[in-house]
């Protein structure tokens, strides 16, 4: 865990993704929605090759706006199938969409999908998977994991030593409030 804090250091993509992100809690539905996104399209590259991408991820998927998303059709499909600067994968590309809808959804049912997550917390992440291997498509333990951590709902984001660690435990994330 502690390794990323050492590893991102002066890093061009990886700093500024530690030192501005990773961990910090999230409440804004589309940028929940985005890093879900972002972690599915992780599975099986590295994470670098994502934050490369992740502007042109934003722009191909119309800045995660999850109305947007949710409304996509087959040409919708098939222009991101298109879009080299992204992950051309017709199945996170059919889980991003399934997603959008899904958390559409949650957001008649609680609110917004950051209500539904608080509705939750805390679990373990054991608990967390199951939940959302039920609720969302194409999320594993790892997807699962790393979504949760990097938006403050598990801990492990980055060690106590870190100077970043003291800036997230001043905004008080879900995981520190069992």
Same mark, same amino acid.
């Given at each position: 865990?502690?390794?990323?804090?050492?590893?991102? %250091?002066? &890093?061009?993509?990886?700093?500024?993704?530690?030192?501005?992100?990773? =961990?910090?809690?999230?409440?804004?539905?589309?940028?929940?929605?985005?890093?879900?996104?972002?972690?599915?399209?992780?599975?099986?590259? $590295?994470?670098? @090759?994502?934050? %490369?991408?992740?502007?042109?991820?934003?722009?191909?998927? &119309? =800045?995660?706006?999850?109305?947007?998303?949710?409304?996509?059709?087959?040409?919708?499909?098939?222009?991101?199938?298109?879009?080299? $600067?992204? !992950?051309?994968?017709?199945?996170?590309?059919?889980?991003?969409?399934?997603?959008?809808?899904?958390?559409?959804?949650?957001?008649?049912?609680?609110?917004?999908? &950051?209500?539904?997550?608080?509705?939750?917390?805390?679990?373990?992440?054991?608990?967390?998977? %199951?939940?959302?291997? %039920? @609720?969302?498509?194409?999320?594993?333990?790892? !997807?699962? =994991?790393?979504?949760?951590?990097? @938006?403050?709902?598990?801990?492990?984001? &980055?060690?106590?030593?870190?100077? !970043?660690?003291?800036? !997230?435990?001043?905004?008080?994330?879900?995981?520190?409030?069992?």
């Amino acid at each position: 865990m502690s390794y990323y804090c050492e590893a991102s %250091k002066d &890093h061009p993509f990886h700093g500024p993704y530690h030192d501005q992100e990773y =961990g910090f809690p999230l409440k804004n539905d589309n940028q929940l929605f985005e890093r879900l996104v972002l972690e599915i399209n992780q599975a099986g590259l $590295s994470w670098l @090759t994502i934050l %490369k991408k992740k502007e042109a991820f934003n722009n191909a998927f &119309h =800045g995660f706006d999850i109305k947007k998303v949710a409304a996509y059709k087959v040409k919708d499909k098939q222009r991101l199938l298109n879009d080299a $600067s992204i !992950i051309r994968n017709r199945l996170k590309i059919d889980a991003a969409i399934a997603n959008a809808n899904r958390i559409l959804e949650l957001q008649k049912e609680s609110g917004s999908f &950051h209500q539904w997550l608080q509705d939750h917390h805390p679990l373990d992440k054991e608990e967390w998977v %199951k939940l959302f291997k %039920k @609720t969302f498509r194409f999320t594993g333990g790892e !997807i699962t =994991g790393e979504f949760l951590m990097s @938006t403050g709902y598990l801990p492990g984001a &980055h060690h106590d030593r870190c100077p !970043i660690y003291l800036k !997230i435990a001043k905004l008080n994330p879900p995981w520190m409030q069992k």
